[in-house]
C-alpha cells in the first residue's frame, strides 16, 4: 500500500523556519517525482516545490525561490521541505505527493498518491 506521512507543520512567527518531512512508504521512492502543495482557506491547491528521484531535477514556485529546499533521502524514504525566512502569506495546509517516473510534475493533478496534510501558520 502506497503511503505518505507528512510532519513537521506548526506555528511560527514571521521570519522563522520550519522543516518539512514526506515519510514514505510501499514504493521505491527512486522511481517517483515527489511534490510539495499548499492550500490556504479559500484558495487552489498551489505547487510549492518539487523534486524528480529519477534524475535529481528540482522546482520551486516563485514566491518560495531561495527560502524553501527540497530534499530527498532515499535510504530513509524521506523528502524533506525546508522552509527558511517564513511569511504570512506562506501559510496552509501543505501536503507532499508522489507520481511513478515523471522528470518533473509542476500541476498537482499530475499526482496519484497524496498525504493527508499539515498545518503551517505563521503570524506576522
Known amino acids: 500500500e502506497v503511503k505518505l506521512v507528512e510532519s513537521g507543520g506548526g506555528l511560527v512567527q514571521a521570519g522563522g523556519s520550519l522543516r518539512l518531512s514526506c515519510a514514505t512508504s510501499g514504493f521505491t521512492l527512486d522511481d517517483y517525482t515527489i511534490g510539495w502543495f499548499r492550500q490556504a482557506p479559500g484558495k487552489e491547491r498551489e505547487t510549492v516545490a518539487v523534486?524528480?528521484?529519477?534524475?535529481?531535477?528540482?522546482y520551486y514556485e516563485d514566491s518560495v525561490k531561495g527560502r524553501f529546499t527540497i530534499s530527498s533521502d532515499n535510504a530513509k524514504n524521506t523528502v524533506y521541505l525546508q522552509m527558511n525566512n517564513l511569511k504570512p502569506g506562506d501559510t496552509g495546509v501543505y501536503y507532499c505527493?508522489?507520481?511513478?517516473?515523471?522528470?518533473?510534475?509542476?500541476?498537482?493533478?499530475?499526482?496519484?498518491?497524496w498525504g493527508q496534510g499539515t498545518q503551517v501558520t505563521v503570524s506576522s
Open positions: 505527493a508522489a507520481v511513478w517516473h515523471i522528470i518533473i510534475a509542476t500541476s498537482p493533478y499530475e499526482y496519484n498518491y
Open positions: 523534486i524528480s528521484n529519477v534524475d535529481g531535477n528540482t
